[in-house]
């Protein structure tokens, strides 16, 4: 699973290049147009070595040092204000810098003052990544520091796991779901955190991460579930998600299965499911576990 962000982090935006021209403008001139290929070719090779250590040394690493790190608890605090914008950048920014502990230590800090590991998720980790995006965006930080903050808040996620289930409820038991990123994008953040609240419903949750359409339709076909939901983040996957809707509808065990999508790409499109051909979408993980509720108890 964590070793895909550095996909994440390219399919989540696409308009970011990983390598620049050099001061001169690309012209018609022979010449200059050797030298872009010769500057893009060279930079193409940086971002490849750039990739490779990422997934083999730094993530691996930082994955490892969090193997011992004790679950987050909750206390009798009783914070009811949400994060603030100056604290959700500030994790944002936390979860960029080399102290590898100060992320957890402000997540645990915000829980001690009493506020729910729901609200953690929904209103500091997801806000929180977005924040990355616009960082990015902005050069005001790299493609490096983007995926390891990422990584940080995935393991976060995991973390807050446990304490979030320990209010696991029942109602919705023996109920089956599938979580996948559109194939062709790696957008598994928001899988990781919708599977986390489908869980605590009483939901027996799958994930497919990082999957290509034909393992997905080989899951969907295979086994039975009520709900198959996918993830969108970039106008780029409308097509590939239209088609994999289509395909599922066409291979699914169970043929009255209900399609969900969410993703980054709602907040531009809320109504994109009707065009897509699902049966609803949520825009946050709390939101998806009510709609799947509503669906079932009609």
């Not at 899988?191 to 939901?203: A, I, K």
């Not at 969410?262 to 709609?291: F, R």
Request: aromatic letters at 8%.
């Amino acid at each position: 699973m964590y070793l895909n962000l550095a996909a994440a982090v390219r399919s989540a935006l696409p308009k970011k290049k990983l390598w620049l021209m050099s001061g001169e403008s690309a012209s018609n001139d022979s010449a200059s147009s050797s030298r872009y290929a010769e500057n893009k070719n060279s930079k193409d090779a940086c971002q490849a070595s750039l990739m490779e250590i990422l997934e083999s040394q730094i993530i691996p690493n930082l994955l490892k040092s969090n193997e011992s790190a004790a679950p987050f608890f909750s206390t009798d605090g009783i914070r009811t204000e949400l994060p603030t914008e100056e604290e959700i950048a500030r994790f944002a920014v936390l979860c960029i810098e080399s102290n590898q502990e100060a992320p957890n230590i402000f997540v645990q800090s915000l829980m001690s003052e009493g506020l729910a590991s729901e609200a953690i998720f929904l209103h500091l980790l997801a806000p929180a990544a977005r924040h990355l995006g616009y960082l990015w965006e902005d050069d005001l930080c790299d493609f490096t520091q983007v995926t390891i903050g990422l990584v940080r808040m995935q393991q976060i996620t995991l973390r807050l796991g446990s304490e979030f289930q320990e209010k696991r409820k029942s109602a919705m038991e023996g109920m089956r779901a599938l979580f996948a990123p559109v194939p062709g994008s790696q957008h598994t953040f928001g899988v990781l955190m919708v599977s986390e609240f489908f869980r605590r419903e009483g939901w027996q949750v799958w994930m497919e991460l990082g999957s290509s359409e034909t393992t997905l339709l080989e899951a969907v076909k295979k086994d039975w579930f009520e709900v198959i939901g996918l993830s969108v983040g970039i106008e780029a996957h409308v097509e590939s998600l239209t088609n994999t809707i289509r395909h599922i509808r066409a291979s699914s065990a169970n043929t009255q299965a209900k399609i969900l999508i969410g993703g980054p790409l709602l907040t531009l499109s809320p109504d994109l499911y009707k065009e897509v051909g699902a049966d609803g979408a949520a825009g946050d993980a709390a939101s998806a576990v009510e709609l799947a509720r509503t669906l079932f108890s009609a």
